[in-house]
């Protein structure tokens, strides 16, 4: 697996559907042993969501690890138990050969995500954001702000991303 790099966007279709943009099908099909099967969850720290395919959870026991460790060594409080629920917590979604996927309602309110959704890569998983959730993030967003913007706009004219 690669990890996850690019944008996309995504308008909510009929019955809740958005699109998997091309740029992470790929690597989430390969990533879930040839199934197209997306992992989404809700981000332990933005209001947005993560998604990614099943070999992620290979690496969940020695994140869990890594995480325990640097919080003892900065004399942090590391709840365990919290952690891995929330690693653990995603949901299996089926999408199709186009990349169309139902967005679980519960999920789609925990991002706050309504008829858009911009798409980011961050390498070992990837993110999706409501744009006015993105646009509220602080200085060092600009990046993502902008091709957000960009990429919203073409929807709005109709082109496919």
Known sequence: MNGYSGQGFSLKAEKNRLALPAAFRKAVTDSSGNERVLCLAKHDRWKCLTGFGLSRTDSFENYLDREEERAT???????????????????????????????????????????????????????????????????????????CRNLAGDAARGKRK
């Open 73 to 147: 060594r900065l004399g942090r409080d590391f709840d365990r138990d919290l952690r891995s629920m929330q690693l653990w917590g995603f949901e299996q979604v089926p999408f199709d050969a186009s990349g169309r996927f139902v967005l679980p309602d519960h999920l789609a309110e925990l991002g706050n995500l309504r008829d858009e959704v911009f798409f980011h890569g961050a390498g070992e998983f990837f993110t999706l954001w409501s744009p006015a959730e993105l646009y509220a993030m602080g200085e060092g967003w600009e990046g993502p702000q902008a091709a």
